[in-house]
C-alpha cells in the first residue's frame, strides 16, 4: 500500500512566509512528534526538540547549499522570440545541467524548445539546448557556454529562489539557506534543517549529540505537470557521504544511538550507500534510489522532516518509518491544529 494519499490541504495551511518573518525565531516553528513504535503524536515547538533525543544520537545534515535556481533567458536572435524562466534541477557529470524551461506567456511548456535551440541570458551567459531528459521528459539537458566555479558564480549573481504561488512574496535567498550550507548545488532549499540554529546546535552538542553531515544537491519538487508528478519519478541526485560521517554513524551504532537523519534527501543518500548490515562507507555517486514501505531500513532510525503535500512521494518516503495508517492520522490532527505546509512551515520528527 503507497502511503501517498489524497486529503485536503485549506490553502491557509501553506507558510507564505518565512517564520523571521511571521515575529517566530528560526527555531521556534512548531514541531509534530510520533512514536514509530505506537504512532502516538505529542505536539510541542521546535526548539524543545532536545527533550525527545538522548545523548550518543546522531543528527544527519545535508549541508547541500540552495542556488538562486532560476534563471530568465529568451531565445537567442529571435526578435520576438519566446522569453522563458529556466529552472535548474541538475548538474550532471558532464557539467551540462537537467533544466525545466516554462514559458513566459500562454502554455508554459510552448516555448517551441529543440535541440539546437540557443537561450540567451546576458551578453556573458547562454545555453544550448542538447536533448529531453529520457527519464523525465520535462526536463531538457543544457550546456551553458560557461562551467564550474565561474557558472556558480554567474548563476548567484543572475539567479533567484525558485518560488511557488503560495510563497507571498519574493524572498531573498538568505531565507532558502540553513544555517551550516556550505556546498552550492540544490535547487530548493534541504528544508528539515531550516529551523536549527547555531544557538539550538551547540546546546544539543553540550548535552552529547552529535552531528555530522552528507551532500545531497536536491532536485526540484514539482515539474509543473499534474500527471508527471503524480508518477512520481525519482530523479537522480548528486550525494557525497564522507569517511568522517560514516565513521560517526558506526560509533553511534556501537554506543546504542540512534541515527537521526535531518530530511529526507538524507535517507535517501545514507541508504543509497549502505550494505545489508547498515554499514555506511565513504561514497560520492548519484542516485535515484525510491523508498517506500518495501523499503527495508538499514541505516537510519527517526526521521525529522516537514509537512508534505498531499501525493506527495516523500508520503512514501515516510511509510518506511510509519504505516500509512499513522501516517494519515498524525496529517489529520496537523491540520485540525493548523500546522503550517511546505519550507517556511513546521516539522515532523518521526523516532
Not at 500562454?106 to 524548445?113: Q, R, S, T
Not at 549573481?157 to 512574496?169: D, F, T
Not at 544555517?179 to 544557538?199: I, L, N, Q
Request: hydrophobic share 35%.
Amino acid at each position: 500500500m503507497s502511503a501517498s494519499f489524497s486529503f485536503v490541504l485549506p490553502p491557509e495551511l501553506s507558510a507564505k512566509e518565512p517564520p523571521e518573518r511571521r515575529g517566530l525565531r528560526r527555531d521556534q516553528v512548531r514541531l509534530l512528534m510520533i512514536d514509530r513504535a505506537t504512532g502516538h503524536i505529542e505536539h510541542t515547538r521546535f526548539d524543545k526538540i532536545a527533550e525527545y533525543l538522548h545523548k550518543n544520537d546522531l543528527l544527519v545534515f545535508n549541508s547541500s547549499r540552495t542556488l538562486p535556481a532560476s534563471l530568465r533567458g529568451c531565445e537567442c536572435g529571435a526578435t520576438h522570440g519566446p522569453c522563458m524562466e529556466v529552472r535548474l534541477a541538475e548538474r550532471l557529470p558532464d557539467d551540462s545541467w537537467l533544466a525545466l524551461l516554462l514559458c513566459e506567456q500562454g502554455d508554459p511548456f510552448g516555448c517551441g524548445l529543440r535541440t539546437g535551440m540557443k537561450i540567451d541570458f546576458t551578453e556573458s551567459l547562454n545555453a544550448t539546448v542538447l536533448e529531453r531528459d529520457c527519464h523525465i521528459p520535462r526536463l531538457w539537458k543544457l550546456r551553458f557556454s560557461i562551467s564550474g566555479t565561474e557558472l556558480v558564480d554567474l548563476i548567484y549573481r543572475l539567479g533567484k529562489p525558485i518560488r511557488y504561488e503560495y510563497v507571498s512574496a519574493p524572498w531573498d535567498l538568505d531565507y532558502y539557506q540553513t544555517v551550516y550550507a556550505t556546498e552550492p548545488g540544490s535547487a530548493e532549499m534541504p528544508s528539515a534543517g531550516r529551523a536549527f540554529s547555531w544557538k539550538l546546535l551547540l546546546d544539543l552538542k553540550r548535552r552529547g549529540i552529535d552531528t555530522a553531515y552528507i551532500v545531497l544537491h536536491t532536485g526540484l519538487s514539482t515539474y509543473m505537470d499534474d500527471e508527471l508528478d503524480r508518477i512520481h519519478p525519482a530523479s537522480e541526485e548528486e550525494y557525497f557521504v564522507s569517511a568522517t560521517t560514516a565513521e560517526k554513524i558506526s560509533h553511534a551504532r556501537k554506543n546504542c544511538g540512534r541515527v537521526i537523519a535531518v530530511g529526507t534527501t538524507v535517507v535517501r543518500a545514507l541508504e543509497s550507500v549502505a550494505d545489508s548490515d547498515g554499514r555506511v562507507n565513504e561514497k560520492q555517486g548519484y542516485t535515484r534510489l525510491k523508498i517506500d514501505s518495501q523499503h527495508r531500513l538499514k541505516a537510519v532510525d527517526g526521521l525529522l522532516t516537514g509537512l508534505h503535500e498531499p501525493e506527495a512521494s516523500h508520503l512514501d518516503l515516510l511509510s518506511a518509518f510509519l504505516s500509512p495508517e499513522k501516517i494519515r492520522a498524525a496529517y489529520e490532527e496537523a491540520i485540525a491544529r493548523k500546522y503550517l505546509w511546505h519550507e517556511f512551515g513546521d516539522l515532523n520528527l518521526i523516532l
